[in-house]
């Protein structure tokens, strides 16, 4: 984090203390890495509109004249919110309290690039300043992290498929990229040496090939093929990339392999034309997915140790396009799941009765979506001025 | 004293008339070629200046493609009544053939990349489909990046406002970034975001009234299916005026105008260029100094990409393997590399595809990140895998003699012969193995290397898969 102390800068200085005792309580738990979270980012950003609905708001249908879900296709959920009908495989969850919904998620002065937006997800930033360092390699502190290289801990981040690693960047986090198969480790260790420097100045393109490499070997000797193959999975993955990513983080897990984080995409959700049929379709291997994940861990005993979020630069404009579809937006709701997770709506829906230039206003910060992940979740001190949303995870 | 000695090294090595040396022909063809230049190509070069050989790499630009294209790959899209009458089994037909088209044109552009005479046109094109991206897996049709990769050939050292101008007007764009849709009564803004924020002045130059009123000014320019062209339709136009940057424009030509007058644009373009060909960190006045060069030759992209190439930081020691080769440099340059000119392309589109380089297909409208995340342990271990085949002569139609084909790439005792393949198995001594470093690699390894008591191919393999032999 460029130009100002990092959590992990006050942490190492010794202040942890100083800084712990301005937060409550939390923090003083011991961290807790015996589970993983699910990052699950929805490329493109999600239409939450249609994904949360307010089927009881007439300014819904009038301002999605198209696009609108019809009333009695909604799945209700509560007198005025319900679900899009191709999120009907989260139904059992939702009854077992396990997901929880959190509306309006968003941050002051939107930025509609998704490539900026994106970055200000991944590193907490506000909406004007640059960060250079991932939320995620900024909470966790490294020098309590159980150290990567070990059976459970093969590695502290496992990205799966074609993910962006920004939430991971910036910090000392060991970063594997499988495939989505979970594959792509079985060609390394063969070469030897460990890539001392040969007596030159390093650039940082070759620091970076050097250090891919160490991590390739080291995980290697953990994640292996073998490992994988020995799982049984019950069928239900949706057919797809995510649902082939979503069964191999099931896998993973189910061999043992809890890294405190496994990140993976879905997508695109970039519909600015012709919508309706693309989204469901998304919202329908979404569902699919996070189904067919709970009950391959729930067998095992391993739904309580898992916790999975999802996220995306931004929701989409409140009034459809010309061209069937939504433009970039703003705030928009996320859903959180696990055996741990109390089930709910949690913050308020953005009232589409006081829209700003077509666009919702957020009613939460993401970064406190941010803090009650590491306060609740990992027990580990959030983003400093970031109170955690109550009510999802029991501190 | 060190200093002083590097200003001396590099007045000496950016000084024209000086013959260039074995290491700067090789540097300067990995730089604008594909990563690893094959001896025949650098020995070429030997016998010029550092500006003669930017000159003589410039000679071989060309225009139209160096190989055959599939003769139907820019048939025209057939027309929607005629695709609204096909029954259920024919449209399984339609979009199977769609799609082994576009796996046609992806191996045509791979295989026009391994057997051209100018990586560098390659390599220019491959910018500008970066630069101005489209993908075919929302474009559909193959036919329109098939024209739009010509539109980059026929633009790839000319006049960036000409290109500019173009790609407006360019179906596949149109397509890409929703013009189509773009309406008088509801404009789209898909365009005109990305044309402000990637194409002309970058991220925070611009404001959302920019955006909203520039998509205005574009509307009406609209894909015609029928044609299978962007037509102007005066009826969708909104004639109105705008404000785009302060100033008032009525159609997207003036927008484009003012984008060409912003300091900015020149400024983003500029970086972008350096960030490909010469480091990862630009020297910010040299930057200021380029842009106002590239404005002073009203955009001409032949003048910079000289002055950019014959930067002292282009040739700075500290610079050298301070890029991190892209899926292109390490396939394509490798066979290239090897004299290895018969590879499928299709073959070669599946392996860019399986590296994170799915050419005709970025990620998304900026384009492949590049650099460092080039490299995850995926990427990484899928490279080595490549060039562990290649070394052993597994990658290829059938027989494939790997290191002993055709021209000799690694011939290391005497360039003018053509060892066997039984040759490579010979064992290796520390001055082939010397040869063969200066050959394969930028900088010098990073593990240690056998000198003897192996094979030359163990020795190749070994420099394959060395750190070093990922960056250039």
């Known amino acids: 984090m460029t130009g100002s102390f990092s959590r992990r800068d006050l942490l190492a200085l010794g202040l942890g203390a100083a800084g712990t005792a301005l937060l409550p309580k939390i923090g003083r738990a011991a961290p807790a890495w015996d589970r993983t979270l699910v990052m699950i980012e929805l490329n493109g950003g999600n239409d939450g509109l249609n994904t949360v609905i307010p089927y009881d708001d007439p300014l819904y249908a009038k301002l999605r004249p198209r696009l609108a879900i019809p009333r009695d296709k909604v799945i209700h959920l509560s007198h005025d919110l319900g679900l899009h009908p191709a999120l009907a495989p989260l139904m059992p969850v939702w009854k077992e309290q396990e997901l929880s919904i959190l509306l309006g998620l968003g941050y002051p002065r939107p930025n509609r690039s998704h490539f900026r937006s994106i970055e200000i997800w991944e590193t907490a930033s506000d909406a004007d300043k640059v960060a250079g360092e991932g939320w995620v390699a900024d909470l966790l502190p490294e020098p309590r992290l159980p150290p990567a290289g070990s059976a459970q801990h093969p590695t502290h981040v496992l990205v799966l498929g074609n993910s962006s690693p920004g939430p991971f960047e910036g910090g000392n986090l060991a970063v594997v990229t499988l495939d989505r198969q979970g594959l792509g480790l079985k060609q390394t260790g063969m070469v030897g040496g460990g890539g001392q420097k040969n007596g030159q100045d390093h650039t940082k393109a070759l620091d970076h090939v050097v250090a891919t490499r160490a991590l390739n070997l080291k995980a290697a000797h953990q994640i292996v093929p073998e490992r994988l193959a020995q799982v049984k999975m019950q ?30 995409s879905h997508g695109s959700f970039d519909t600015h034309a012709n919508q309706a049929g693309t989204h469901e379709k998304l919202l329908g291997e979404l569902a699919q997915g996070l189904a067919a994940f709970r009950q391959a861990l729930l067998g095992k005993g391993l739904w309580d140790r898992v916790l999975v979020m999802t996220y995306s630069e931004f929701g989409r404009r409140a009034q459809e396009n010309a061209s069937h579809g939504t433009d970039h937006g703003t705030a928009a709701p996320h859903l959180l799941m696990g055996g741990k997770v109390r089930g ?33 979740w990992w027990h580990v001190p959030g983003l400093p001025g970031f109170k955690p949303l109550s009510g999802p995870l029991a501190a | 004293m060190k200093r002083l000695f590097l200003l001396i090294f590099l007045l000496l090595a950016a000084r024209p008339g000086f013959a260039l040396t074995f290491d700067e022909a090789r540097h300067l063809l990995a730089r604008t070629g594909f990563g690893s230049p094959s001896r025949f190509e650098i020995e070429r070069l030997l016998q010029y200046s550092h500006d003669s050989a930017v000159e003589e790499i410039f000679g071989f630009v060309i225009a139209r493609p160096f190989t055959q294209p599939l003769s139907d790959l820019d048939q025209p899209l057939p027309g929607r009544a005629e695709r609204q009458t096909l029954n259920d089994a024919e449209k399984m037909d339609f979009r199977k053939d769609i799609n082994e088209r576009g796996l046609a044109l992806k191996a045509w552009w791979w295989g026009e990349m391994l057997a051209t005479d100018s990586p560098f046109t390659e390599h220019m094109v491959l910018f500008w489909h970066n630069h101005f991206t489209s993908s075919l897996q929302k474009v559909k049709w193959p036919g329109f990046l098939y024209r739009q990769n010509l539109l980059f050939r026929d633009h790839a050292l000319g006049n960036f406002g000409d290109l500019l101008k173009e790609i407006t007007h360019d179906p596949a764009m149109v397509l890409y970034l929703d013009s189509q849709a773009n309406r008088k009564s509801r404009p789209n803004e898909n365009f005109a975001r990305e044309l402000m924020e990637l194409f002309t002045l970058g991220e925070g130059h611009f404001t959302e009234r920019d955006v909203k009123e520039a998509a205005r000014a574009f509307t009406g320019w609209n894909f015609d299916p029928r044609s299978g062209e962007v037509v102007f339709n005066a009826r969708q136009h909104d004639p109105g005026i705008k404000q785009v940057l302060g100033q008032n424009v009525r159609t997207g030509e003036d927008v484009v105008r003012v984008l060409l007058e912003h300091p900015q644009t020149a400024r983003h373009l500029v970086k972008k260029l350096w960030l490909e060909f010469v480091s990862p960190e630009p020297d910010e006045a040299e930057l200021q100094r380029l842009a106002t060069l590239l404005r002073d030759n009203n955009y001409e992209i032949r003048p910079l990409m000289k002055a950019l190439l014959t930067l002292p930081a282009f040739w700075a020691p500290e610079n050298k393997g301070s890029l991190v080769k892209s899926p292109v440099d390490i396939a394509v340059g490798s066979l290239r590399l090897l004299g290895i000119k018969n590879m499928d392309g299709k073959r070669l589109a599946h392996l860019g595809k399986a590296l994170g380089q799915d050419l005709f297909d970025p990620p998304n409208v900026k384009g492949w990140p590049g650099g460092q995340a080039w490299i995850t342990s995926t990427t990484l271990s899928r490279r080595e895998q490549l060039l562990r085949r290649l070394a052993r002569g597994r990658e290829s139609d059938g027989a494939d003699p790997g290191l002993g084909a055709g021209y000799n790439p690694l011939a290391l005792d005497n360039p003018s012969a053509m060892p066997s393949l039984a040759d490579l198995d010979r064992e290796a001594n520390p001055r082939s193995v010397a040869t063969m470093k200066r050959l394969m690699l930028a900088i010098p390894p990073v593990d240690p290397v056998a000198e003897t008591g192996i094979s030359l191919r163990r020795a190749a393999l070994q420099l394959f898969l060395d750190p070093a032999y990922q960056v250039k």
């Open chain 1, 235 to 264: 069928a239900g993955f949706p057919d797809g990339p995510f649902g082939s990513a979503m069964e191999s983080a099931a896998r993973l897990l189910l061999a043992g392999i809890l890294p405190p984080v496994i990140k993976l």
């Open chain 1, 344 to 376: 709910g709506f949690f913050g308020a829906q953005p009232p589409l009765s006081q829209i700003a230039d077509n666009d919702l206003i957020l009613t939460s910060d993401f970064r406190s979506y941010y803090s009650m992940i590491a306060e609740q």
